[in-house]
């Protein structure tokens, strides 16, 4: 796929208000669909009377233009837009290093909290395949236990092979897990 095919575009009213925000591969074919099927559907009609300007932005992969219409339709919130402007967001892995002992989560919200954020995954469940690897692999913690070395046993994510127990100082001192 060339680059010049991956287009967002967003219709502005005459007030230079977004009023809808899309995505298309050949930016023609979809302005003359939207042209000839005014008088088809009162929606689209409503946005074809309203338009006055069209801004393209050009983004070098799918994934940016999927992240990228996301973001533009929850920022402006265009009133043609319906299905992206809830508060759901693509999900991001967190690794949670400003704890002592840091975990991996997945949050749809970057925030800024010291903690490393990798993503956006398209689709959603790459993000919970990838922190499903990352515990069985690196055995980093994903509890909400404040990890103090004391428990008397470690739990059953240690007994699965998913996490290294950190919670169990015996079984993994804290310059182990680090």
Not at 21 to 43: E, H, I, Q, S, T
Request: charged share 30%; glycine share 6%; aromatic share 8%.
């Amino acid at each position: 796929m060339a680059i010049q095919d991956l287009k967002e575009h967003l219709y502005f009213n005459t007030d230079g208000d977004t009023i809808y925000v899309g995505k298309a591969r050949a930016l023609r074919d979809r302005v003359r669909n939207y042209l000839g099927a005014y008088g088809g559907d009162p929606k689209t009609d409503a946005l074809l009377d309203e338009v006055v300007r069209l801004e393209i932005i050009v983004t070098d992969s799918v994934v940016e233009a999927l992240a990228l219409e996301n973001n533009l339709i929850k920022q402006r919130t265009p009133k043609y837009n319906i299905l992206l402007r809830d508060d759901k967001n693509y999900p991001y892995l967190q690794l949670t290093t400003n704890e002592g002992f840091p975990r991996v989560l997945v949050a749809r919200r970057v925030e800024r909290d010291g903690s490393f954020y990798a993503g956006p995954f398209l689709p959603a469940h790459f993000a919970r395949k990838t922190m499903a690897l990352t515990h069985r692999l690196f055995g980093i913690r994903s509890c909400n236990e404040v990890i103090t070395g004391k428990r008397g046993r470690p739990c059953l994510e240690y007994d699965i092979k998913r996490c290294i127990a950190p919670c169990v100082d015996t079984i993994c001192a804290a310059d182990e897990y680090a």
